[in-house]
């Protein structure tokens, strides 16, 4: 007999995820790299679509080996609770809750550390910066100490060869997140 666990949403394999009370049973990789596809990043304030997916696999691949699928599942909650533009979150503590419940399911069904390590954000925040510069147009410059970070990181030999890919469609991201989700698991 099923508990009252609040209101559901249907999700792409067809099952159920409840908000308020977010489970490791309830979480599947082909949500999250299905829904994660279909979100733009910034909003959908960028010149051309952008997707999540695709900024959880290139967070991924900026982070040292132990930390590389975190960095590609650091937005999973967002699959079930949406992109939500880091300016406007502190702005919904009960959106802020929801997500710390849903980041500790996702830790749980992936058997990773909980919180999200530092370094994970830290590689997502500098990352928010050189994807704002690349797809975002009409940049304005970003006050540094609302995102937290260490500019001197900029200026690290590795970031600045980076190129960031061009956008990927919803599928090549899909695909590609997949593909990334396997080689860490070996599956």
């Not at 609040?6 to 394999?13: A, K």
């Not at 082909?30 to 279909?38: F, G």
């Amino acid at each position: 007999m099923e508990t009252e666990r609040g209101d559901w949403i249907q999700v792409y394999s067809g099952g159920k995820f409840y908000p308020e009370d977010p489970q490791p049973e309830d979480i599947h990789i082909e949500d999250i790299a299905h829904a994660l596809s279909l979100q733009c990043r910034f909003g959908g304030h960028c010149e051309s679509f952008y997707s999540v997916a695709q900024h959880c696999c290139t967070v991924s691949n900026l982070l040292p080996p132990r930390f590389k699928l975190w960095g590609l599942l650091h937005d999973a909650p967002e699959a079930y609770l949406m992109d939500i533009p880091r300016p406007i979150k502190p702005l919904l503590p009960e959106y802020q809750c929801l997500e710390k419940l849903c980041e500790a399911a996702v830790a749980r069904c992936f058997k990773l550390d909980y919180p999200i390590p530092r370094i994970v954000k830290y590689v997502d925040s500098v990352l928010l910066l050189l994807e704002h510069k690349k797809f975002v147009k009409d940049r304005y410059e970003w006050g540094v100490d609302s995102i937290e970070i260490n500019l001197d990181w900029l200026s690290d030999p590795k970031l600045e060869q980076y190129k960031l890919d061009d956008a990927w469609t919803p599928e090549e991201a899909e695909e590609r997140f997949l593909h990334r989700y396997n080689i860490f698991t070996d599956v």
